[in-house]
């Protein structure tokens, strides 16, 4: 499945940010999804993780309360609605896609990958 991200872009501290994943080239709805970031001089970090039918989701505590994820199955596309943004969440956003539905916070779980899309977040 291919991935393009979008949405990324500059924001004050407190403001908000929707990003989308638009897949293609397979059936969407078999692929658990998921968001990654990377920040300069970092590790890529997992953010959230959705199940294939949208009713298991997963966040790493440091997004929880903030960023939520949903899909829509008819659009093909993911999305991660980032609210009360901090300067920490600063990083390039990854979706990624995996087909056996593992909802892993594990970068190596997943098959697919966009390239990702630029937030940044000033103080």
């Known amino acids: 499945v291919q991935l393009v991200e979008s949405g990324g872009g500059l924001v004050q501290a407190g403001g908000s940010l929707r990003l989308s994943c638009a897949a293609s080239?397979?059936?969407?709805?078999?692929?658990?999804m998921g968001w990654f970031r990377q920040a300069p001089g970092k590790e890529r970090e997992f953010v959230v993780a959705i199940s294939r039918s949208a009713v298991r989701t997963y966040y790493a505590d440091s997004v929880k309360g903030r960023f939520a994820i949903s899909r829509d199955n008819v659009k093909n596309t993911v999305y991660l609605q980032m609210n009360n943004l901090k300067p920490e969440d600063t990083a390039v956003y990854y979706c990624?896609?995996?087909?056996?539905?593992?909802?892993?916070?594990?970068?190596?779980?997943?098959?697919?990958w966009g390239q990702g899309t630029q937030v940044t977040v000033s103080s």
């Open positions: 080239g397979r059936t969407f709805s078999n692929y658990a």
């Open positions: 990624a896609a995996d087909l056996y539905d593992r909802m892993s916070s594990l970068p190596g779980s997943y098959q697919s």
